[in-house]
Nanobody
Framework: QVQLVESGGGLVQAGGSLRLSCAAS????????VSWYRQVPGRDPGKPRE???????????TYADSVKGRFTISRDSDQNTVFLQMNNLKPEDTGAYYC?????????WGPGTQVTVSS
């Protein structure tokens, strides 16, 4: 199995920065990619979580158009941790941020961390 735990969320003013961490444990050698998603509670509950950024073990990176140039995804392989550096945050970045790992036996999600950006 793979377990994920996010951290680093909080309250920040618009224009500020936060760095989220996603710490993986278990069969990390079977992980193919790690992605960050976000969801705004209460807004269209039927809407799926939005992909923010993803990073494959081969180094391929994808960003949502809304965060390009502001967010950076990276990893520390020694610590089995993937980071999401978020700069120039905007109120519309507010939401619960989730880490997802695609691994050999399926998909695993972390419990999430809340990011709130005040205007």
């Amino acid at each position: 199995q793979v377990q994920l735990v996010e951290s680093g969320g909080g309250l920040v003013q618009a224009g500020g920065s936060l760095r989220l961490s996603c710490a993986a444990s278990g069969r990390t050698d079977r992980i193919n990619s790690v992605s960050w998603y976000r969801q705004v509670p209460g807004r269209d509950p039927g809407k799926p979580r939005e992909l923010v950024a993803s990073l494959t073990t081969g180094g391929a990176i994808t960003y949502a158009d809304s965060v390009k140039g502001r967010f950076t995804i990276s990893r520390d392989s020694d610590q089995n941790t993937v980071f999401l550096q978020m700069n120039n945050l905007k109120p519309e970045d507010t939401g619960a941020y989730y880490c997802k790992a695609d691994w050999l036996r399926g998909v695993m999600w972390g419990p999430g961390t809340q990011v709130t950006v005040s205007s």
